[in-house]
């Protein structure tokens, strides 16, 4: 007999995803061009795992019935069928093979699980374990369901025997976002449809929705498969140069908005916008936007209502206030905080959330130090922020660079709920044409100790709220995704991608084990192919410091236009605001003792750390003091004598790596082989350019 909860998938679905299946089989065998990226499913060679698969994971029976698991079934279904191929039997008759459904749902005829499991699942996290003949996926939520599954094909697809499989996972972090820097609506002229996107058009086709296509299914695949909940689909930049993505809080827009939400939400990802502080004055023609006005306070409910009456999981604003050239509360006086909680009353009745970016400098009255700007602004507003408005803290104080400390912001703010904010996207890291793996950065920042509550205030429990008990925190990443076929343009870049939603479900996770993970998935498992993607990966960070930015001392690019040459190529003599380079000596004094006074922000023994020369680290070295160039440093070098040794090794690794990926000719497929081999031959081009650039500037100026 069925069960009422018990769901029979229907014959027809299964049909469908087998048939896309065989033909993505089929195309990939001849082509690879990235698309599936991490979700290759790619038949096991191994006989015995093979036999072990397919007897563990040749019958599915579920229970329940939700948008979510169907996803989850269905993604099982493709996984199966892929790695073992065969395709595999669902009823609700087995009692072996794959279990899968919520913990309520399954009976204790099939599986009994202790209060202490139970216990110990939150409600996004999942269960898988053996018993017997049986493979169990449950959870409490539908959504740990889905986690579930996409973990379990992972296993599968990393060649992990399913013996005494045992696995409980809740994600650390609650907030899992994506955001977008992508431009709806019709773009002005020399605008690129992404903001620092380097991968093609933008996936969003706002002429075509509501109608909708594959990419977004495959799309919210790729997300939920790593664990992002959320995504904010268009540019904070929203009206700055003509652009319109304010228009998406006009009608013209619910419907396509809608749609998206609808496809998303089968991936249990909450669709967030964008949104203009001044909308009511735009779009309704209200006097003013100023908190205060309580005709602001009605357009800000009334527009909220009408978007949750058709999306009623939505999952609120991000705003960019007050910030280069986007407008906000100070015109009428307002701190960001009455700005922030004058929206987020309006979506508080919804469970909605207001997000509001700390990335705030240049006002008059602050210190001419922009590294001290966000804190100075935000700081005195601890404690003000409606319980549903979110901060959003980028990573560093200035702006995404190579290297630059934490943002002393983290641990400044115990009674405002904090997101950190990630740039997935290479905007100052070498865009889509230099390989550059971030994972290692993110870790860094991600264990950097605060001191705010004392040994163990990382950034990571700050962010996972366990530091100072908010009950909103988590880890926003700007997207590097686009139209490309393979999504990211650098295939390698896909890494980046993969490893922030990795580190975005568990901060804790190693670098290692995130490596390894995307490098077998993305490759399979040969040997070679892995020993070389990964020292390439794991090395990377290093290599392009090292023939860019030296020692910390930030911006050394070219100005900043959005389209695509903007902050990719040296241009040191044009920055000197930055690394205060002279005759004497480089880098920016930010001392209490002599200089702009920045390092007071971090709490002790960080402030000590950094203000004295004796303890900053060497790699911060020119971030916050100014030496001359005859300083020596730890390793016995002098600061001119790394510049040079280091800009001209970088390049001497990136010949390595292209010499390296040459050894792979025959181990991958040739389109991917081929498309990484362009790129590593290019990048020793741009790395030469760095270097020339920036040891020129440095002994003529040193002399
Ligand atoms: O890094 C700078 C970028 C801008 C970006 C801004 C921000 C979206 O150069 O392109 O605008 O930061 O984060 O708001």
Not at 42 to 67: C, H
Not at 93 to 113: E, N, Q, V
Not at 304 to 321: M, Q, R, W
Not at 576 to 591: K, L, P
């Amino acid at each position: 007999m069925i069960k009422a909860t018990e769901y029979i998938f229907p014959r027809i679905r299964i049909l469908m995803v087998t048939t896309l299946i065989s033909l993505s089989c089929f195309t990939s065998a001849s082509a690879e061009t990235g698309y599936e990226a991490w979700l290759r499913y790619k038949p096991v060679d191994d006989p015995v795992l093979l036999e072990e698969y397919r007897s563990m994971a040749g019958t599915i029976r579920v229970f329940g019935k939700s948008e979510i698991i169907n996803s989850a079934v269905e993604e099982l279904i493709s996984g199966v069928t892929g790695i073992t191929g065969i395709t595999p039997f669902i009823s609700a008759k087995y009692r072996s093979g794959i279990i899968i459904g919520k913990a309520s749902d399954i009976p204790k005829s099939l599986c009994r699980f202790s209060s202490d499991e139970l216990r110990k699942l939150d409600t996004e996290g999942f269960l898988i374990k053996r018993k017997g003949k049986r493979i169990i996926i449950t959870s409490r939520e539908d959504r740990g369901l889905l986690y579930g599954a996409f973990h379990f094909l992972r296993l599968m697809q990393m060649g992990e025997s399913l013996k005494g499989t045992y696995i409980l996972e809740n994600p650390v972090t609650p907030l899992r976002l994506l955001n977008h820097w992508d431009n709806p609506g019709i773009l002005p002229s020399g605008i690129p449809s992404i903001e620092r996107g380097y991968a093609g058009e933008s996936i969003f086709r706002w002429d075509e929705l509501p109608v909708l296509n594959r990419r977004y299914t495959d799309y919210a695949r790729m997300l939920a498969s790593v664990g992002i909940n959320g995504t904010v689909i268009n540019n904070v930049n929203t009206a700055k140069n003509g652009l319109e993505g304010w228009k998406l809080l006009t009608p013209e827009y619910l419907p396509k908005l809608k749609a998206l939400a609808s496809e998303f939400r089968k991936y249990g990802i909450r669709l967030y916008i964008s949104v203009n502080f001044f909308s009511p004055v735009m779009i309704s023609g209200i006097s003013d936007a100023d908190p205060a006005n309580s005709r602001v306070r009605l357009w800000w409910s009334d527009k909220v209502k009408e978007i949750y009456s058709e999306i009623p999981d939505f999952g609120g604003f991000l705003v960019k206030a007050d910030s280069e050239g986007e407008p906000g509360p100070m015109k009428y006086g307002r701190t960001h905080a009455e700005g922030a909680n004058l929206i987020a009353s309006a979506l508080e009745p919804f469970g909605g959330l207001l997000i509001w970016r700390a990335f705030v400098y240049g006002q008059k009255d602050l210190s001419p130090d922009r590294a001290s700007q966000a804190y100075q602004i935000f700081k005195p507003l601890d404690g003000k922020f409606s319980a549903n408005a979110v901060v959003q803290i980028k990573n560093g104080p200035i702006d995404f660079q190579v290297r630059e400390p934490v943002s002393p912001l983290f641990g400044a703010m115990p009674f405002t709920n904090q997101i950190i904010e990630l740039q997935i996207t290479q905007e100052y890291t070498g865009h889509d044409k230099h390989v550059c793996y971030l994972v290692p950065q993110w870790k860094e920042i991600l264990d950097f100790e605060t001191h705010a509550r004392g040994p163990g205030s990382t950034v990571a429990n700050i962010i996972s709220g366990s530091v100072f008990g908010n009950k909103y925190s988590g880890i926003a990443g700007v997207s590097n995704i686009g139209a490309d076929p393979n999504w990211t343009g650098h295939l390698l870049a896909q890494a980046n991608f993969y490893g922030f939603g990795r580190l975005a479900w568990n901060p804790a996770l190693e670098t290692e084990q995130i490596t390894d993970e995307w490098i077998k998935l993305t490759f399979g498992n040969g040997e070679k192919v892995y020993s070389v993607v990964k020292e390439i990966l794991l090395t990377s960070l290093k290599t392009y410091e090292d023939y860019t930015s030296p020692l910390g001392v930030g911006l050394m690019c070219n100005g900043g236009n959005t389209g695509h040459q903007g902050h990719f190529s040296p241009a040191p003599s044009s920055r000197v605001t930055y690394h205060r380079a002279d005759r004497s000596g480089v880098g920016y004094d930010r001392t209490m003792k002599t200089g702009s006074g920045f390092t007071a922000q971090y709490n002790e023994p960080v402030r000590s750390m950094y203000e004295s020369i004796e303890t900053c680290p060497d790699e911060l070295l020119l971030f916050f003091h100014h030496v001359p160039y005859s300083h020596r440093l730890r390793s016995g070098r002098t600061v001119i004598q790394h510049i040079i040794d280091t800009h001209t090794g970088g390049v001497e690794m990136v010949r390595k790596y292209y010499e390296r990926w040459k050894t792979l000719d025959g181990l991958i497929d040739s389109e991917r082989y081929m498309h990484v081999l362009e790129r590593l031959r290019d990048q020793i081009g741009y790395a030469e350019v760095w270097r020339d650039s920036v040891n020129n500037y440095f002994l003529k100026l040193s002399r």
